[in-house]
């Protein structure tokens, strides 16, 4: 029978469609032999080493390279491994959007505009921040194919461009996201992450924390503390975990192998987060991504960081997450009428493929 | 200068991304000659006549043929024209989902399960109602390539299950949805519709009740009756309309070309609307279909209809309205993290494009 689950962070109910699931397997896409590997370096890429010309000028650089070990975020590593990723004086290079989808505008804050709206339309001058960070020099390796030192400088200029915009006292909320391969949005070949910095709290964020609040009020503790408690001790749908980090796949979740990744301890946003957060939570989201790309033949996939508002202090009832969504399945008419998903695989059988070290036998369905 | 307009019927933020809005031709995909057409009977589609022992038996069957003119919903045009699109004794076929996201259960309403919730989570018997309106018999003919009448069947079929369904007391809303084309979700080719009742209402209706509920208490009258007289008086947006219905691509539309086609006097639901909406509305449905699919070369789209919830009378703050989303760009980790959408077309761009006869030359750039 259909079974309805309740995704307790944004209230909503989600029909796992027991009738038309899915064995995990099924989702598989393309074997590794079968793909193609573009070249390191692409000459007319705006994103590889050379054509730095061809965007606007950084606002923040990485140099692994420049920075002697120990004495800063990069350098602990500096040297060591990933030289194939230092190029041309940068490893992470972070850019304003060249066509971007907001920006800090000539207007003032919060302009009205008329635009075609009559009496009873609004429309605002639309303020904000849009910039795109790129993760490597070298235009074929994937998230998933950094080092881990790689991957966490990636993750700590998220934490660096956050503090930066925060400044900026008509912002409100940044939004960090990845969208991984063509049918998921990526128009850029080069591995890139986005941030989108707002004049407003997107109204999800907005869901999450009043939900969050309410049950601080009514519980005295964090929702996700005590949700990322039940699911460890429940244990079937961890995916993997370090003493820092759990990757799963959420009981109500909404998509096929949808999954998030929690720090174990109670943390608001990456700001407030004990230094060198983002070296704990390299192997674990390297660790997922290589397991979602090698299970399930490198679907393509969005992520996202669900954060506190910029300028909070640590909040003692909102909890930062990363959710990772592959792209498996069709969002049709159902969902955009709705606002609800029908998941046609179960989360415990999709945790489980991905678990299971590959040529394991796995053997969850019940 | 970016934009953000306001979703009067959401609440939500829209992003018109004018630094990166494309023309609306771009938007065209496949020319008409380009485009492959299947053959119009299939031998092993179950929605082909002669087929109908491959589904459930039919809830709800239409059989134009059978009714003299005049008798009945389908009798008005029986035996004119669309003669093609009768065979085997239907005119349109109703069936249950052979593999239903949700079905009538054998545990009562309600039922908690205990399936893997541990303390915290919560999971319920999926009760509803899982149904395929199969438009036609013949498999190659869209719904934008029906004849009126026969367009009017199908609407007219929405509001029979509706009111069949509405005696089951434990249902509390219909959602009527069309996925065209395997890109939005169709996932058998045969032209059909699809409703899931539900036990609760969906997230997205219960926001639009609220918002036109406190625009009531406030004003006094229906919010998208507003809304409409704004869009006629503006002009702008309308693509086309006729005494009863008016299509058009509204202020803060999500999606490029995304569009809703609204009763011009003010109806709750299907159910309370006068009798023959079908047939005023047809036309108009049927003429912006057409006009979508010729300028911008078929595209994959979703449909769907907002409606009152089941069982109620007339309702003078709610106003029943379809709504069409064309799949022309990707959401993508932006729209998935916070909710909200990017718009890279103006909606007055969109509506000109698609107001003016082909041919013609369009020019509403400013």
């Known amino acids: 029978m259909p079974v309805l689950r309740q995704d307790l962070l944004t209230g909503e109910w989600v029909i796992i469609a027991t009738e038309r699931a899915r064995r995990p397997e099924t989702f598989a896409g393309k074997k590794e032999e079968e793909r193609s590997i573009p070249p390191a370096r692409v000459a007319n890429c705006p994103f590889c080493p050379g054509n ?23 350098g602990k590593h500096g040297g060591e491994g990933g030289t194939a990723a230092v190029a041309d004086g ?27 709206c009559g009496d009873l339309f609004r429309s605002y001058q639309g ?58 949005g990526a128009s850029i070949e080069h591995p890139h992450c986005q941030l989108i910095a707002l004049p407003y ?31 460890e001790r429940i244990g079937d749908r961890i995916v ?8 799963f796949i959420p009981f109500a979740a909404p998509l096929p192998f949808s999954a998030w990744i929690v720090p174990r301890e109670h943390y608001s946003s990456l700001e407030v987060s004990a230094e060198g957060w983002e070296k704990k939570l390299a192997p674990i989201l390297g660790g997922f991504l290589e397991r979602l790309s090698k299970k399930l033949g490198d679907p393509p996939y969005n992520m996202y960081l669900h954060s506190s508002p910029l300028r909070s202090e640590a909040m003692p009832y909102f909890h930062w997450h990363l959710e990772i969504i592959p792209k498996l399945t069709i969002v049709a008419g159902w969902e955009l009428a709705t606002g609800t998903y029908i998941n046609v695989s179960l989360p415990e059988e999709a945790a489980g493929y991905l678990k299971v070290p590959e040529g394991e036998k796995v053997e969850t369905r019940v």
């Open 240 to 247: 993997l975990q370090n003493d820092y980090f759990t990757a």
């Open 52 to 74: 730095e010309d061809m965007t606007p000028p950084a606002v923040l650089v990485y140099d692994e390279r420049a920075t002697p070990p120990g004495t800063g975020v990069s």
């Open 90 to 116: 940068w490893t992470v290079r972070v850019i304003p959007n060249k066509f971007p989808a907001l920006e800090r505008g000539v207007h003032g804050e919060g302009a009205v505009l008329g635009d075609r």
């Open 201 to 231: 709290i997107p109204p999800l964020l907005e869901k999450e924390y009043r939900r969050a609040h309410d049950y601080y009020l009514a519980e005295g503790r964090c929702l996700l503390c005590s949700l990322l408690e039940e699911e």
């Open 127 to 184: 303020y904000g921040v849009h910039e795109v960070i790129i993760e490597t020099p070298d235009h074929n390796r994937h998230f998933a194919d950094l080092e881990e030192h790689e991957l966490g400088l990636v993750l700590k200029s998220f934490e660096d461009r956050i503090v930066a915009l925060s400044r900026d006292q008509r912002l409100k909320y940044v939004q960090v996201f990845r969208n991984h391969q063509r049918e998921a």
